[in-house]
């Protein structure tokens, strides 16, 4: 029953609020498939208009070019990316989810209501026009900017990038020291396998900090789906007084009490719940893409000495990132989501 | 009276209908662990459909079904004298037999074609491997892989 009322909540949510500007997709090459928020697949091809919830996945021949009025992002190979969005101060903002692999980001104008971009290990806020944005198989994110400026946070820390900058940040950590770096001295496939060696190095600390990222996750979800049920319970009290004021006082009366007090906690409503998906999303995101991966990777590396003790350990804590994806997150998703 | 006949060439076609399974399920657990023996990670690769199912987890990227198969063959695993434990349709409690979880049960119900088959096998050093395909008149293909176990 649960289930059938996030699925019903999703569909109005979908048909009340598409993400605000749709993405054109203006080039496409080789492997690049599209999954819809509905949950089904298909491949991308040139013309397609993409929205919130979408999905789009490069192989390693694949690369898609989007335009969003006066926004280009250019999807390199091997990357997974999600348009998703979130309540930011009372509004709706759209965010550019980067799962794996590399994304050229180029503003023709800054309006300051750009959508925010996030990777497993943090978000940037968009104050450049030309930027990039890799993400590793571990985790980590590197944020390279060409020119104007860009604001990357984690775990409660902010670092401003300007022209030539660069900044790493590690799932679970604040973002590091920046660094003067062009754009073209930066290889994805190298940075990333560095990732895949230092990861498979020592798995127990990699594991250790997506459990961290996980359980930042799974709090905010949490407090979002707690802060919805509050609301929405409100909602209907508040509602069922209309109803009353409308039967007692007229049309007036009542339109007036929906725009003074309804609307408001609709909004706040509707927030809540974009949030908790953001954040569940988000989660789903870590355990596909970054928990999966590096799952499958030592699986098959130890699929032949299995009682390996470092091996066992990391199965250990992996055992932890699955029960609470299953009981904190799975809650919240719906089979289009898998 | 007259009906015997009937019943008796009706169980006779079941019987040979479940015959002719097993040897399709056999044919399925020896082809796949010959590729794995002798190393054939790209043909493994190309037989594998996806989304693809590694114990728990839903691998959704090409490279990475390819990385798993290559991965396994560089370490040296091997599929001993496998044995056909038994093979059943996937039915709608098939999913734990992998993982009980929400996801692995959507997979199965989302991604499994109506005629996939639950196959598992048994080696000679008596580890077991569970693995999902479906064989259709031209096609092999592999949905799932747990184990060992």
């Not at chain 1, 988000?282 to 999966?292: C, I």
């Not at chain 1, 032949?304 to 066992?312: C, E, I, M, V």
């Not at chain 2, 459909?49 to 959704?60: H, M």
């Not at chain 2, 996939?116 to 799932?144: A, C, N, W, Y």
């Amino acid at each position: 029953m649960k289930k059938l009322i996030l699925t019903v909540s999703l569909l109005v949510l979908v048909l009340v609020c598409g993400f605000a500007v749709p993405n054109d997709v203006v080039y496409s090459e080789g492997d690049a498939t599209v999954k819809f928020q509905e949950g089904y697949m298909e491949d991308v091809y040139i013309g397609d208009v993409y929205d919130t919830g979408d999905t789009i996945t490069t192989g390693y021949d694949g690369f898609v070019e989007l335009d969003q009025e006066g926004l280009a992002l250019k999807i390199n190979p091997d990357t997974v990316f999600t348009l998703q969005e979130k309540e930011e101060k009372g509004e709706t903002t759209g965010v550019f989810s980067l799962a794996l692999g590399s994304i050229k980001f180029r503003y023709d104008r800054i309006t300051g209501k750009e959508p925010m971009i996030q990777t497993s290990s943090c978000v940037a806020g968009v104050r450049g026009t030309e930027f990039s944005v890799f993400a590793g198989a571990d985790g980590s994110a590197l944020i390279v900017v060409d020119s104007g400026q860009v604001e990357v946070e984690s775990e409660g820390r902010a670092v401003q990038l300007t022209t030539d900058e660069g900044v790493e940040v590690q799932p679970g950590e604040p973002p590091g020291e920046k660094f003067v770096v062009k754009l073209d001295e930066i290889q994805y496939k190298s940075w990333n396998d560095e990732k895949i060696n230092r990861m498979l190095s020592d798995p127990s600390d990699a594991v250790q900090n997506i459990l961290k990222r996980l359980n930042f996750y799974i709090e905010n979800a949490s407090e979002y789906h707690d802060l919805y049920n509050k609301l929405s319970e409100k909602l209907k009290t508040e509602r069922q007084k209309m109803v009353e004021l409308l039967n007692r006082e007229g049309e007036e009366a009542a339109k007036k009490y929906d725009a003074e007090v309804v609307a408001l906690i609709r909004d706040n409503t509707r927030a809540s719940f974009l949030n908790n998906r953001y954040y569940s999303l988000a989660a789903l995101s870590l355990r596909r893409y970054v928990a999966g991966r590096l799952y499958i990777l030592l699986k098959a590396q130890y699929i032949t000495k299995a009682n390996d003790s470092g091996y066992q350990h990391f199965l250990k804590v992996y055992s932890d990132i699955l029960s609470a994806f299953e009981t904190s997150i799975v809650p919240y998703l719906v089979e289009a989501d898998i | 009276m007259k009906k015997l006949p009937l019943i008796l060439l009706l169980v006779i076609l079941l019987a040979s209908c479940a015959s002719i399974q097993r040897s399709k399920d056999e044919g399925n657990i020896k082809r796949i662990s010959e590729l794995i023996n002798t190393g054939q990670a790209e043909k493994l690769t190309a037989m594998t459909e996806l989304p693809f199912l590694l114990d728990q987890e839903i691998i959704v990227l090409a490279k990475d079904v390819a990385t798993f198969w290559s991965t396994i063959i560089e370490v040296g695993f091997k599929v001993e004298e496998p044995a056909l434990e038994r093979g059943a349709k996937v039915g709608p409690e098939s999913y734990r037999e992998f993982y009980d979880s929400m996801e692995v049960e959507t997979f199965f119900k989302k991604y499994l074609k109506k005629q996939s088959r639950l196959l598992e096998l048994e080696t000679s050093t008596g580890q077991r491997i569970l693995l999902l395909v479906t064989d259709t008149l031209f096609t092999r293909t592999i949905h799932g892989f747990k184990g060992p176990y």
